[in-house]
């Protein structure tokens, strides 16, 4: 039960955008630009991007964004779709490229303690073909993903446990992107 009326039943941060539209809008123009359009020069695909926010979500032991991400990679990746849950569960041995890899050990690090971001750990990532781009937006898709976790559990957000509830989330922003709720009356 969320720790707030939000006099809506929209689970997550969908929930949290209806109540308060004016910054919701703001948060999900973030996640369009981090998860759809990204850095000009960014070779990330959208899959990898949703993989990316869904381990940064499950580092950081959230369900909701965890799961509806997760499953919005899992429908970007179509017939790939089970490395999704190969990444979450062991991404060292996850069949996700070299760069991929190098990538969500910098993700990692920006979820637990952005300072041990170091130039080695950058290096590798460059060295597996990362681009200045797919650094910057790893960055900020873990960064942004920290700070969205934090307000979907901060808030004790409703966050389903019906693994259906996801794939019809994860099929709606993986065609339709982020997309504004329409906001509830208050």
Same mark, same amino acid.
């Given at each position: 039960?969320?720790?707030?009326?939000?006099?809506?039943?929209?689970?997550?941060?969908?929930?949290?955008?209806?109540?308060?539209?004016?910054?919701?809008?703001?948060?999900?123009?973030?996640?369009?630009?981090?998860?759809?359009?990204?850095?000009?020069?960014?070779?990330?695909?959208?899959?990898?991007?949703?993989?990316?926010?869904?381990? /940064?979500?499950?580092?950081?032991?959230?369900?909701?964004?965890?799961?509806?991400?997760?499953?919005?990679?899992?429908?970007?990746?179509?017939?790939?779709?089970?490395?999704?849950?190969?990444?979450?569960?062991?991404?060292?041995?996850?069949?996700?490229?070299?760069?991929?890899?190098?990538?969500?050990?910098?993700?990692?690090?920006?979820?637990?303690?952005?300072?041990?971001?170091?130039?080695? /750990? /950058?290096?590798?990532?460059?060295?597996?073909?990362?681009?200045?781009?797919?650094?910057?937006?790893?960055?900020?898709?873990?960064?942004?993903?920290?700070?969205?976790?934090?307000?979907?559990?901060?808030?004790?957000?409703?966050?389903?446990?019906?693994?259906?509830?996801?794939?019809?989330?994860?099929?709606?922003?993986?065609?339709?992107?982020?997309?504004?709720?329409?906001?509830?009356?208050?």
């Amino acid at each position: 039960m969320p720790h707030i009326q939000l006099n809506n039943d929209a689970p997550g941060i969908r929930g949290l955008a209806m109540y308060r539209p004016d910054t919701g809008q703001h948060l999900y123009n973030l996640a369009q630009a981090l998860l759809r359009a990204g850095s000009p020069d960014s070779t990330l695909t959208n899959a990898e991007r949703e993989l990316i926010a869904a381990y /940064v979500s499950s580092q950081n032991c959230t369900d909701f964004c965890r799961n509806s991400h997760a499953a919005a990679a899992r429908y970007l990746y179509g017939e790939q779709r089970d490395l999704v849950d190969a990444t979450l569960t062991a991404p060292e041995s996850a069949p996700i490229s070299p760069k991929l890899r190098a990538l969500l050990t910098i993700a990692e690090r920006v979820a637990t303690d952005a300072r041990t971001v170091s130039d080695d /750990v /950058v290096a590798a990532a460059r060295a597996e073909g990362a681009a200045d781009g797919d650094i910057h937006d790893t960055v900020q898709i873990a960064a942004s993903f920290c700070m969205f976790n934090r307000y979907v559990d901060g808030l004790a957000t409703l966050t389903p446990t019906d693994p259906a509830a996801y794939d019809a989330m994860g099929e709606r922003m993986g065609t339709l992107g982020y997309i504004t709720p329409e906001s509830a009356t208050r």
